[in-house]
């Protein structure tokens, strides 16, 4: 197959688009073009897909990436047996542009991976007006309905299964297990990993970083919203955490091993409420036990595996406390890193899940292909 795969919004190197789908779908040796915002990411395609660059959709400065997505499905689609878009703001540059492909006799398999609850996540857009979010919640749940009769329809979550009328398949997002035996979680150092906001506890994470210090160290890997951004780059140069910025998934995952906890401090917030933390899972994965703000999947992974700790919304104090007994007791910690782990290869790992996602994609090509013949 040839699948072209787009993005505005996510990092090039997003873990579940590039590391997860498309490394799925090479490895079954299919074609992969990839069209992301490589330049505004200030990163270059992988050798093993071709790389599209376009430019980046953030805020209120949309205009521009959509069009180039336009055109580039207009330009690339009729080549491509699947194009897979992984934002929804991608559905706008879809009216007319796929009725002009049937016209010219292509027929590519349309495809929309909900990543997210997007309406929910509306309330935590600083660049949306309070009094433009609840009308364009219902936008945004109308549009959901709209996409949902035109192209097919990959979740992140059952969870999201409420959002519409018919059953999607769940492409979960799942850890990938380093192989062997990870080391056994230290007692000097915690990491987060992932996208650093408000609504992610970023702020905690320094209040957090300066309780703790200097017995225990507190990495920070990722990107960070602007509003967060000064406050974490000062708290590095201070010497109060250690803030990498983004770093490539192999460069990231590797910080985790021999961690005493990996973080997730995520607020009570509606987009969170139904999503399971994939760093969480990847902490499971790297044998490093979880300390997790109570958002239901998280904490009911971590009580049910007896992987970590829960601790209250916005409380770096119960975080520290949390982070100390962890320290102080190498049994607890040790047990916490060993079920984690093994729940994440028995339960949790994306190898087996691998074939299932390419699977789907070739069946969806083959109907489509059928139906297109019998027309």
């Known amino acids: 197959m040839r699948i072209l ?109 909900v990543h997210e609850d997007t309406a929910a996540a509306l309330a935590m857009k600083g660049w949306v007006p309070r009094p433009l979010r609840p009308p364009l919640r219902a936008a945004v749940r109308a549009a959901e309905r709209l996409a949902e009769r035109r192209v097919r329809l990959l979740l992140a979550e059952d969870a999201y299964q409420h959002r519409f009328r018919g059953r999607h398949p769940v492409v979960p997002n799942l850890a990938t297990p380093p192989p062997g035996p990870p080391p056994p979680p230290g007692d ?112 009911e992974l971590v009580e049910r595996h007896g992987c970590g700790l829960v601790v209250p919304y916005r409380d770096a104090s119960a975080a520290a406390t949390a982070i100390r007994r962890l320290a102080d007791d190498t049994d607890l910690r040790l047990r916490a890193a060993r079920r984690g782990r093994q729940a994440a290869v028995s339960e949790l790992n994306w190898h087996p899940r691998a074939a299932d996602f390419v699977d789907l994609l070739e069946l969806w090509v083959k109907e489509e292909t059928a139906g297109a013949g019998t027309a």
């Not at 910025?245 to 910080?255: E, I, S, T, V, Y």
């Open 5 to 113: 795969v787009v993005t505005v919004v996510h990092h090039p190197e997003d873990a579940r688009i590039l590391h997860r789908q498309i490394a799925a779908l090479r490895e079954r040796g299919h074609e992969v073009v990839y069209a992301a915002p490589y330049a505004d990411r200030n990163t270059r395609p992988r050798p093993y897909v071709e790389g599209v660059d376009l430019p980046r959709a953030a805020g209120r400065d949309r205009g521009a990436a959509l069009r180039a997505a336009r055109a580039l499905l207009a330009e690339r689609g009729a080549a491509a047996d699947v194009i897979l878009l992984h934002d929804p703001e991608l559905l706008l540059a879809l009216p007319g542009t796929l009725r002009r492909l049937r016209r010219a006799g292509a027929v590519p398999v349309t495809v929309w991976d």
């Open 188 to 299: 000097d150092r915690v990491v987060y990993l992932g996208q650093l906001s408000r609504a992610r506890g970023a702020l905690e994470l320094i209040a957090l970083a300066r309780l703790l210090a200097p017995a225990v160290r507190v990495e920070a890997i990722g990107t960070a919203d602007p509003d967060v951004r000064d406050a974490l780059a000062a708290a590095d140069r201070e010497g109060v955490l250690r803030w990498y910025g983004f770093l490539p998934n192999d460069r990231a995952l590797a910080r985790l091993s021999g961690a005493l906890a990996g973080l997730s401090l995520l607020h009570d917030q509606p987009n969170y409420r139904h999503s399971r933390p994939t760093k969480v899972v990847e902490y499971m994965a790297h044998g490093v036990p979880v300390v997790t703000t109570p958002t239901p999947l998280a904490a």
